[in-house]
């Protein structure tokens, strides 16, 4: 049965909130007054449906159910989560947590999207004040994993609850030790933001040349290493110490008005809107969305193929997502070696689309490359008897493209061996959207000796699980198309 979520408010923080849990297999309901809600969220969702499922190697949870409802009390029921992001006035959100808990479990998480107040505000008039965490994200929340989890001693026992639940969602969900004032990263965007309204005011830069200084630059820097470390690798071998005293006294030179903020004057504001007009006002809100979340996800596989930042923790959430064992790692955990293995199953992600909107030639070959690294793994050529001097080398390949694949399809690949005696090792592999065929690949790889660099025959423990397998499925029909063009008579 799937788990509840309750969305208080769906505006662009609470419509993020419900793509990540929606996406994440949880059932969501909203409550946002709003006449337009459903309109706004269900664009949100169209995007976060082409975006989110991408960062994955796995497939995603089947969605959860979505449903709106009038009422809060109404929107509560049965929810083990409730995310509160309704606007920034305090008397508000005290308010909203008012009616919420008389409603709702008296076990149920009630976190707060707030950018700016602290737990223990949140919680003076709560009838459950243990109830009341700040969970903040940052925009898109379907995407990006960072959540600023803050609590007070009224509901310590809980925050390991809290932090488990969102690890099991996608999310970073970063600690934070004590309450402050805007917690910890809106400090450093408010920072940031003091100083560009100043270099606005001042005629020194435009809001386009501010945003080219940070994403041509340190914005792609700071996305995969942060800060500090950042600065560490500027001190060169001599790291961080020899950094702060060759750029400390810095500090003290009048570089910023950090600390002396301008007024924001109607010529000001009118400046800022002109410019930022001018930057990017031939393009939608949506069409900015969908450029950016597009750019999100090619950053984030590109550092998930480093297993890095925060692509690390997307390899960590495919491994959760494949706990369930849908892709098998060794022929043990076949289910029936009868029937073709299921090597691949994931979704589309937009960068593996061309022109047409379709999957490119060169993602097919991916995907049943993934499918035969795959194969290879369960019968035992794992990175161990690699290391050990034998692994399988490509020798031909044939695909047929049969179907359109788009972005977001949720593919599986079928695997079949069509022989496995010897050096060689002959794979049928087909992929599928459902029930509907999309392409074949056919591969036939030779067992090599990656000391001589020529052919030779695998090992017991390949050879064996490799025949096994060829004689369980020299039982299956052969395959249309098999044989077209890998030299098979």
Not at 161 to 173: E, F, H, K, N, Q
Not at 287 to 301: I, P, T
Not at 381 to 392: L, M, V
Request: overall charge negative; charged content about 25%; some cysteine.
């Amino acid at each position: 049965m799937a788990q509840v979520a309750a969305i208080i408010g769906g505006g662009v923080i609470g419509g993020g909130w419900a793509a990540r849990f929606l996406l994440n297999g949880w059932d969501v309901r909203v409550f946002d007054p709003d006449p337009e809600a459903e309109r706004k969220i269900s664009e949100v969702l169209d995007n976060a449906r082409a975006s989110l499922p991408g960062l994955y190697d796995m497939a995603m949870p089947d969605e959860g159910k979505l449903t709106y409802h009038d009422t809060m009390s109404d929107a509560v029921a049965g929810a083990s989560w409730i995310q509160e992001s309704v606007p920034e006035r305090l008397e508000l959100k005290r308010k909203v947590y008012q009616m919420l808990q008389e409603h709702c479990a008296a076990d149920a998480i009630i976190g707060s999207s707030t950018s700016g107040f602290k737990p223990s505000e949140l919680q003076g008039c709560a009838t459950r004040p243990e109830q009341i965490v700040v969970c903040h994200p940052f925009n898109p929340a379907y995407l990006l994993p960072l959540i600023e989890v803050v609590g007070t001693d009224a509901n310590e026992e809980m925050l390991g609850g809290v932090a488990d639940t969102l690890r099991g969602i996608g999310m970073y969900p970063l600690m934070v030790k004590k309450e402050i004032d805007a917690h910890i990263a809106d400090r450093f965007l408010e920072a940031v933001w003091r100083e560009a309204l100043w270099l606005i005011k001042d005629g020194i830069a435009t809001t386009e040349e501010i945003d080219e200084a940070i994403r041509m630059g340190f914005g792609l820097r700071w996305a995969q290493m942060g800060l500090f470390e950042t600065y560490r690798i500027a001190g060169g071998e001599a790291g961080m110490r020899h950094f702060i005293e060759q750029f400390g006294p810095c500090l003290s030179w009048p570089w910023t008005k950090l600390m002396d903020v301008p007024e924001l004057t109607d010529e000001l504001i009118d400046q800022i809107a002109d410019q930022s007009d001018a930057q990017s006002g031939q393009y939608s809100i949506r069409e900015l969305e969908r450029h950016r979340d597009a750019n999100l996800v090619g950053m984030m596989r590109t550092l998930k193929a480093r297993d890095w930042g925060a692509g690390a923790l997307l390899n960590t959430h495919d491994k959760t997502m494949n706990q369930t064992g849908a892709i098998a790692e060794r022929l043990a955990d076949v289910s029936d070696l009868t029937k073709p293995v299921k090597t691949v199953e994931r979704a589309v992600p937009i960068d593996w689309t061309d022109y047409n909107g379709h999957m490119n030639e060169a993602r097919y070959l991916q995907a049943f490359g993934d499918a035969t690294d795959r194969l290879m793994l369960i019968v035992g050529c794992t990175p161990e008897y690699i290391a050990e001097g034998g692994s399988y080398f490509t020798a031909e390949t044939h695909i047929r493209h049969i179907d359109e694949v788009h972005a977001g399809a949720k593919i599986r690949v079928e695997t079949q061996v069509m022989a496995g005696a010897g050096k060689k090792m002959h794979l049928f592999h087909a992929m599928y959207e459902g029930e509907r065929l999309l392409a074949t690949g056919e591969h036939m790889l030779i067992h090599v000796s990656l000391e001589t660099r020529r052919a030779s025959e695998p090992a017991p423990s390949v050879a064996d699980p490799l025949a096994r397998l060829a004689a369980a499925h020299a039982k299956l029909p052969r395959p249309e198309g098999a044989g077209a063009a890998v030299g098979v008579r």
